[in-house]
């Protein structure tokens, strides 16, 4: 019986189907290996009964199968043709995080192409069903930082095709040299009666071709100088899951009003040369890659182009320090993604050490965000080393827009280094769109003055009076001024002043709500929210 007739396994998805738990334990059994003809009728080879496990390495959670090989008669056959192998297996639930196909290329190949299915058998609700991610790392090698990585496309693909010339997104151009490559399966949930899957390796023969030089964004725009710029630094493209180009991307952001965006692709860098043509004065593209892990996702934020950053560990591994410093050395953020996402491998387990902001609201307001806010709001009561927040609409297609929200920075100049700057010191606060703008600001009675992400110096006793002010406040919509010890001021928009003292307010931020819904215990969705201004001594 074959498999695949109950539930054909095309591995097109999008982040929903990640969303189910995954059944803990380790395990699986390896593939048997079935080789059929390439499309020409040539290059079939039967290579029955390798069934072994080769190796397991329990801490990162692999386990590498059998080899396919493909010889070098073969390929003096083949002659500008395909061959093919096709290998079949079952992992059972709890199989490690990550499966390596190792595949011998030999000498002559021009082109590599892999297709892969799986099953999805009815599963009881509530239990989760099965999810199969894939990408591939050449000769290289597959060590943890991946200097072997070609290209990941989670579980959005069914198929990727990779040559000197060019590649499917989410993957790296690049010559198809010669020695051991590895497919790498990714299984994020397996159902309770295991996972049947099939990956099929073409190999095409001739010569390689050149490598096009990528071209990446400059760091610097027209800008207005010192202002207040708008950003989303959370996006998607074709590149990994999204369904929108980089050049829709680009035209949503410029009628979202935004002067800068970040390309945030899952677990690769091949969007950061996709923008040629795309970026201009009026627009500024910074490069990034959402990090993926199975405890949390991390935005590695305005890194220098072309920097990979692996995300093959979990947090019981103790190696995220690693990783985070080495986004610092590239001239990155590190900006934990939506924390309290409720699906499977998106909760935050890394802690907070080493990060530079969080993404506190992600997408159109929900309980989660309420959740990130609150916990992020903790922290700043906590902690010396303040965390600014940040917001980004994570868009990913068309119904999902484009700036809702954004991050608003006061920045020396509309450029990756003053930007980056600016959100590492939380000078910005956050919108649900480019109509909405809130303001606030702390004086005391000696002309002293700060803003967020700033500190008004002042004696514990000296009166200090806080104003926040909105523009394009929806139609009822609330002005909040919170401290350490929670609402202290609260009104109707656009304005609000309150008098305090640094005795009595460790800091002060501004939340601008919607209205709450009748009968409704929390407050109303979020319209825009600052970074606090600190009062009395320099946090920073």
Not at 45 to 54: C, D, H, I, W
Not at 228 to 244: F, I
Request: one cysteine or more.
């Amino acid at each position: 019986m074959d498999p695949f007739t109950d539930a054909e396994a095309g591995a097109a998805g999008d982040e929903t189907a990640h969303s189910c738990g995954r059944t803990p334990g380790a395990g699986g059994r390896s593939p048997d290996a079935a080789d059929g003809p390439g499309p020409d009728g040539r290059g079939g080879r039967e290579e029955p009964g390798r069934r072994a496990v080769l190796a397991y390495g329990a801490a990162a959670g692999v386990s590498t199968l059998a080899a396919v090989g493909f010889d070098g008669a073969e390929a003096e056959a083949a002659q500008g043709r395909q061959v093919r192998r096709t290998v079949r297996g079952h992992l059972a639930a709890g199989a490690p995080d990550f499966v390596h196909l190792p595949v011998q290329v030999p000498e002559g190949v021009r082109e590599l192409t892999v297709r892969y299915r799986y099953d999805r058998p009815e599963v009881p609700a509530g239990t989760p069903g099965n999810a199969l991610d894939i990408g591939v790392f050449d000769e290289r090698g597959t060590q943890l930082g991946g200097r072997g990585f070609r290209g990941w496309s989670g579980g959005f693909r069914d198929a990727f095709t990779l040559s000197a010339e060019k590649a499917t997104p989410g993957y790296l151009p690049g010559p198809v040299r010669p020695g051991t490559w590895h497919v790498v399966l990714g299984p994020y949930t397996v159902a309770p009666r295991g996972m049947d899957y099939e990956v099929t390796v073409e190999l095409r023969y001739g010569s390689p071709g050149s490598t096009p030089r990528p071209v990446y964004p400059p760091e610097r725009a027209r800008g207005r100088g010192r202002a207040w710029y708008r950003g989303d630094c959370h996006l998607h493209t074709v590149h990994s899951d999204g369904a929108r180009t980089p050049a829709e991307v680009a035209a949503a952001a410029r009628r979202a009003g935004l002067d800068f965006l970040a390309t945030t692709e899952h677990n690769t860098t091949s969007g950061h040369a996709a923008w040629e043509g795309l970026w201009g004065d009026d627009l500024l593209v910074l490069c990034g890659e959402e990090v993926t892990t199975r405890n949390g996702h991390w935005l590695a934020l305005g890194t220098d182009p072309g920097t990979f950053v692996d995300w093959r560990y979990r947090a019981r591994d103790g190696v995220w320090p690693r990783f985070a410093r080495a986004v610092h050395r590239a001239g990155g953020l590190v900006v934990p993604a939506h924390p309290h996402c409720p699906f499977v491998g998106c909760r935050w387990k890394f802690g907070f050490e080493g990060a530079d902001a969080v993404e506190v609201w992600n997408g159109p307001w929900t309980a989660d965000d309420e959740h990130a806010v609150a916990a992020w709001d903790n922290l700043l009561v906590a902690r010396d080393d303040w965390l600014p927040a940040m917001g980004n609409s994570d868009a990913h297609r068309e119904g999902q827009d484009v700036g809702l929200p954004q991050t608003v920075v006061y920045a020396d100049d509309l450029a990756r280094g003053p930007l980056l700057e600016a959100l590492r010191a939380g000078r910005s606060y956050l919108a649900e769109s480019s109509r909405v703008v809130l303001l606030l600001e702390a004086v005391d009675e000696y002309g002293g003055h700060a803003l967020p992400g700033g500190t008004l110096h002042a004696d514990a006793g000296r009166r200090v009076t806080v104003t926040v002010r909105a523009e394009g406040a929806p139609e009822g919509a609330t002005l909040r001024l919170l401290t350490d010890e929670g609402e202290m001021c609260t009104g109707p928009a656009p304005s609000l002043s309150w008098d305090t003292t640094p005795r009595l307010a460790t800091y002060v931020r501004a939340e601008l709500r919607h209205p709450a819904g009748k009968g409704a215990q929390l407050p109303g969705a979020m319209a825009a929210m600052t970074n606090p201004v600190w009062l009395g001594g320099d946090r920073r």
